[in-house]
């Protein structure tokens, strides 16, 4: 069970950690807080990147054996994400890279 709960956890973290970058990506905007450079083409990739790495912990987690510590890690990981996104997207510049490349 502690492998369900630690691979449910990295789940839900990179599921919330792929869908704003795949979504602002697929609209156009290219701005974002990761340090990878600020192109829409690279946050879809960034986002769909996390997707992958969430669809295959989820994939071994194991979750129907233990649905209830799987699902509530799972949301554990999405709060962790979201409350980290909470305070990076707001910050013009977290990883140093405007002021490094002007």
Same mark, same amino acid.
């Given at each position: ?69 799987? *699902? ?17 997207? *707001? ?8 002021? *490094?490349?002007?």
């Amino acid at each position: 069970m502690p492998l369900t709960v630690f691979l449910a956890l990295v789940a839900g973290f990179f599921a919330g950690n792929g869908l704003p970058y795949f979504l602002q990506g697929s609209l156009g905007e290219g701005h974002n807080p990761s340090p990878f450079p600020d192109h829409p083409a690279v946050s879809v990739a960034t986002g769909l990147g996390c997707f992958l790495i969430a669809s295959a912990a989820w994939h071994f987690a194991g979750v129907a054996a233990h649905p209830w510590p799987g *699902r509530l890690a799972a949301a554990a990981g999405l709060l962790i994400v979201g409350l980290i996104h909470a305070r990076t997207w *707001r910050d013009p510049d977290p990883w140093g890279k405007r002021t *490094r490349n002007a």
